[in-house]
């Protein structure tokens, strides 16, 4: 059973459209987390929810917009997509916020053209 | 500059050679993490720590708070370790994470 599991596995779209991606965990884990991975592979954190609460919403444009259905979804919905979007983006589970081992999901490559 | 700083950027060793990758950090933290990605791309948490040491299989982790400062060893390397190990701490300021930039090892047969 895979633990935080992302759909799509790969995302190629046109500048300007809509997309969103999802992530689900089996863990019964309070905490999830957006992350972004660049060209370069460094990681950075974008938004982290509690129980379906936003706790961490770092400087990320507003075209980003997570959504928490309940406390085992937290989907990520970028609207306006931009060439710099392009990244991998990784969903992460954790019991506790920050303190506590975080369970990563596959990742979704997003290509921009 | 970045709040978490790792050396090496890149490494390469033998195979059952000693290995050591050093994080340091400018922050007051509650916790240090440390992540493996393999070079298919999936994010594995190899400890969590706030003190002292832990061990896990040929894998160590040390952490010295008034130094700021955390290496992660591992004891006879192999090919399978290949990969980039990434540290990441959450502050003691509230809820974040600050990453470092990973350190890229191979390990050669």
């Known amino acids: 059973d895979t633990a935080v599991s992302q759909t799509p596995k790969y995302l190629v779209t046109q500048m300007g459209n809509d997309k969103s991606i999802k992530c689900e965990q089996n863990l019964g884990h309070d905490t999830m987390y957006w992350y972004k991975q660049d060209s370069k592979k460094f990681l950075k954190i974008m938004f982290s929810?509690?129980?379906?609460?936003?706790?961490i919403n770092e400087t990320v444009p507003n075209r980003f917009s997570p959504k928490s259905p309940d406390k085992a979804h937290l989907n990520l919905h970028i609207n306006s997509l931009e060439l710099g979007d392009s990244a991998v983006y990784f969903c992460?589970?954790?019991?506790?916020?920050?303190?506590?081992?975080?369970?990563f999901g596959p990742g979704t490559r997003l290509t921009v053209l | 500059k970045n709040e978490v700083e790792q050396s090496p950027q890149n490494l390469t060793a033998q195979e059952g050679e000693f290995i050591t990758i050093n994080c340091s950090y400018s922050v007051g933290i509650s916790a240090l993490h440390w992540l493996q990605q393999h070079p298919g791309g999936g994010i594995v948490s190899l400890f969590m720590?706030?003190?002292g040491k832990k061990k896990h299989g040929r894998l160590i982790a040390t952490i010295n708070i008034q130094e700021k400062h955390s290496s992660l060893h591992i004891t006879a390397s192999h090919p399978r370790d290949s990969a980039v190990y990434i540290c990441a701490v959450t502050p003691n300021t509230g809820n974040q994470f600050y990453f470092g930039t990973g350190t890229s090892l191979t390990v050669i047969p």
């Open positions: 992460a589970s954790s019991q506790v916020a920050g303190l506590d081992t975080q369970y």
């Open positions: 720590l706030s003190s």
């Open positions: 929810y509690n129980n379906k609460e936003l706790i």
